[in-house]
Each structure stands twice: as C-alpha cells, then as structure tokens.
C-alpha cells in the first residue's frame, strides 16, 4: 500500500466558534491551525478562509495573506484552496483563489443538498467551467464527491476533456450520502483504475471512515471543517489533535505516513 495522506481541513465555511472556540478565523489563527495539523502529519491542508469576525469569503487578497502565513510556517505542505466557498456565492467569487495558482483545488462534481433550506448548487456548466480553469492553469483538481452521481459526472466530463486523468476522488459521506462501509466500497469500486482517493466522513462518522480508508488503501481527510469532536463530548483543542488520532490509527494497521513530497509523488502534481 502507498503511504497514507492526511489531509487536514482546518476551518471550513460553516463551523464556528460557537460549535468548538478553536475553529480559526484570523490569518494568525488559521496558520496555527494549519501549522499543528502539518506537525502531526498532515500533508495537505484544505483550506477556507473567514475575515475576522468568522465570515467565510473567497477573497483573493485574504487568501494570498492565508497561504503566505501558512508557507512561512509550513513551506512544504500542499495546500488546497476550496472553490466550493460557502452556499449562495457565484461560481467567480469561489474561483478567485484559483488565481494564485495554488497546486491543488477542490472541483465539486454536483448540486447537493445541504441542511435546511440550502442547497450547494453546482450546475454541469459550472462544473465545466471549474474543470477547464483547473486544466488551464496546471492545478490538480481535487473532486468533491458527496454522492454516486458525482463519480459519474467527473468521469464524463474527464472524458469530455474538462477534468484530466488519473483523477484524486474526495468522498464526503455524512452530508447527502450515508457514511457506511458499503457506501464507502461502492464508491470506490466506481472509480476510474489508476484513480487516488480520499474519504471524509462528517461528524462521528469521521475517525469510522478514516480507519476503514486507511484499511482500504485510501487516503484521508480530518478537520473542524468535517468534525469539531476529539471524542464523544470532548471537543478537539486543535486540528493537529484529530490528525493525531488518524496518525495513531494508521500506526496501529501498519500504514505509513506520506510527507507532502511523497503525496505529491502519490497524486502526480509538480512542485
Ligand atoms: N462549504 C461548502 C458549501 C469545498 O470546499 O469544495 C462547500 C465545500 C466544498 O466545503
Ligand atoms: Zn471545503
């Protein structure tokens, strides 16, 4: 088996301090964040930026500040900029950090459901419009899978020459799909061969999911973004406490641990 990658989603756009006080807002914040998660094994940091007071924005300049706070602190590590943003901004304001030519970025393959009232609308056009972006600018898409249908969408748009091959699959079960170990296997069974993949379960079912992505060969996501609880009714002091875990588990089935160079090598991106 490959070396695991870890990749740490440290803030999202929906939790807030509210649901665990360390959830990071501010540039300082979000680099300690980033840099607790890469000390303990991260290699890839999936990132969404707030402004001060916790809004979530894709504004380019307060990405730049991010990415550069972030480098000084952890020069090697991938990092992964969202185009998802929070629901309700239009497909430019989410692709403004792609601007900065991050190595990676997250391509969200399909409309889903997402709590209440909100929907997290992703048309095929701007699926499309996303993919060519990504090609055109050399960044390696990350694709955001929240359902069955979303694998089906990215292999036809792969084929239609909107997303390039081999593909990086991130399934987040929890949201619209369950997050069960046949879920988990159908998903992976659907796949391209030669794809890579990562799982991310949302809330308890985020350290279930990434045991079995580490059994199964895959890689994995952990952060506030996905899950703000160390274990039941403790919440994590930092991401670098969830990453942690995963690293303990992972040493526990015999799955190493890939630097950010090795998930390069494993992913096929260029420094
Ligand atoms: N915040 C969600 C609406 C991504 O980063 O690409 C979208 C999201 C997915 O988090
Ligand atoms: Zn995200």
Same mark, same amino acid.
């Given at each position: 088996? *490959? ?221 506030? *973004? ?25 040493? *526990? ?19």
């Amino acid at each position: 088996m *490959e070396k695991l990658i870890i990749t740490a989603a440290i803030c999202g756009a929906e939790v807030t301090k509210k649901h665990n006080p360390n959830v990071p807002y501010t540039v300082e914040e979000i680099g300690r964040e980033a840099e607790a998660a890469y000390n303990a094994g991260a290699s890839i940091i999936h990132l969404h930026v707030r402004y001060d007071d916790g809004t979530p924005t894709q504004d380019k300049e307060r990405f730049r500040v991010c990415i550069e706070e972030i480098k000084r602190r952890c020069p090697d590590v991938i990092i992964q900029p969202s185009t998802g943003g929070a629901v309700g901004m239009s497909n430019d304001e989410r692709l403004q950090p792609i601007e900065l030519l991050p190595e990676m970025a997250t391509l969200d393959c399909g409309t889903l459901n997402f709590g209440g009232d909100e929907i997290f609308v992703n048309t095929e056009n701007t699926i499309k419009y996303f993919g060519e972006k990504m090609i055109e600018k050399g960044i390696k898409p990350e694709i955001e899978v929240f359902d069955k249908g979303m694998v089906d969408y990215a292999i036809r748009f792969a084929r239609e020459g909107y997303i390039l091959e081999p593909m990086h699959f991130d399934f987040v079960l929890g949201v619209q799909m369950a997050a069960t170990a046949r879920d988990l296997a159908f998903l992976v069974d659907s796949i391209p061969p030669g794809s890579t993949w990562t799982v991310a379960g949302i809330g308890r079912y985020e350290m279930p999911m990434a045991a079995m992505g580490i059994a199964m060969g895959g890689h994995v996501r952990v952060g506030f *973004e996905d899950n703000v609880y160390l274990e039941k009714g403790v919440l994590a002091k930092s991401n670098g406490e969830l990453v942690e875990k995963v690293v303990r588990i992972a040493r *526990e089935l015999g799955r190493e641990i890939a630097t950010p160079d090795e998930a390069r090598r494993i992913l096929g991106i260029k420094k």
